[in-house]
């Protein structure tokens, strides 16, 4: 009898203390990978401390546009979609400066979508601003200029939200979204192969390398002038180099980029005085052609 007790108190004290009501829901959508309607207003409140939906996009309640507390987006739920380019850092900074210097609401909507698998929300379009937001608090700019940034953080924005989408769905929302800039085709294949994770991770090497070695001809306009270029642009170029001439590492790109700047280097194409001056003093040429020009040639 006293045994029996014994056992049962052994029981009781090793008992899993009971889940958390999103703790539940994880447990769920992870089984069926499919979060029920009754369960999305769980996640948002695990995520969003204060937030409420303001417009229902489609009748299966899994699309909607919420208003949510700009500093819940910054609580690290919240990173870049795995098919979205990097946010490009040469024009971080003017934004950031461009949103702390309006003082004024941000007008803009954020596009995300909630990920199961990583218990995120996918940042389909919105990454700069965010990124910009995020370097505003980083740099504390509330002590260097002695304004209070907290008003910028404690505003409201309009956040558009999908739940239950597939890939294709979500891709072509992002397409749709994009379409005034195009994001590189790199950035738009399938990821799921090992191949492919390669490819995209030496080019983004590479394009890290140059745009520090070489900052000053990354320009953050979609047109940049003779003998600069962007993130995107240079993106599409080592995309198509990296396929024109089956490399298979990073040394055989970067043989081709520094062939084809020394190639330059010695033989101007026929450019404004000041573009050359500025290669001369960087001794970066790549750029005083256009992408086209430099795949005919090299």
Not at 61 to 77: E, F, K, R, W
Request: proline share 4%; glycine share 2%; hydrophobic share 30%.
């Amino acid at each position: 009898m006293n045994s029996n007790k014994q056992n049962k108190k052994y029981e009781y004290e090793y008992e899993e203390e009971p889940k958390s009501e999103y703790e539940a829901v994880c447990s769920a959508f992870k089984k069926t990978r499919t979060i029920p309607v009754n369960s999305i207003p769980i996640i948002m409140a695990h995520y969003f401390k204060d937030y409420r939906q303001i417009l229902q996009i489609n009748q299966s309640h899994s699309h909607a546009v919420y208003l949510i507390q700009l500093t819940d987006l910054l609580n690290g739920s919240v990173e870049n979609w795995k098919y979205n380019r990097p946010p490009d850092m040469e024009r971080i900074p003017i934004i950031a400066e461009d949103i702390y210097n309006k003082k004024i609401p941000i007008e803009t909507m954020f596009y995300l979508s909630f990920n199961p698998k990583t218990e995120k929300f996918d940042v389909l379009d919105g990454i700069h601003r965010l990124t910009a937001l995020k370097l505003i608090k980083e740099e504390n700019l509330t002590k260097v200029r002695g304004t209070d940034a907290d008003l910028l953080f404690n505003q409201y924005v309009l956040v558009n939200i999908r739940f239950n989408f597939t890939i294709g769905d979500l891709c072509n929302a992002f397409q749709n979204l994009n379409s005034c800039r195009p994001v590189p085709e790199l950035y738009m294949g399938d990821n799921q192969e090992e191949k492919t994770k390669s490819k995209k991770q030496i080019i983004n090497n590479i394009a890290n390398e140059w745009y520090h070695k070489y900052k000053k001809h990354f320009s953050s306009s979609s047109k940049p002038n003779t003998g600069n270029t962007n993130r995107d642009k240079f993106i599409e170029l080592l995309d198509k180099l990296y396929d024109k001439h089956e490399c298979n590492d990073e040394n055989n790109l970067t043989d081709i980029l520094d062939k084809a700047n020394e190639d330059l280097s010695l033989n101007n194409p026929k450019v404004s005085i000041d573009a050359l001056y500025k290669c001369k003093e960087t001794g970066c040429y790549l750029f005083l052609l256009k992408n086209d020009k430099l795949l005919e040639k090299y």
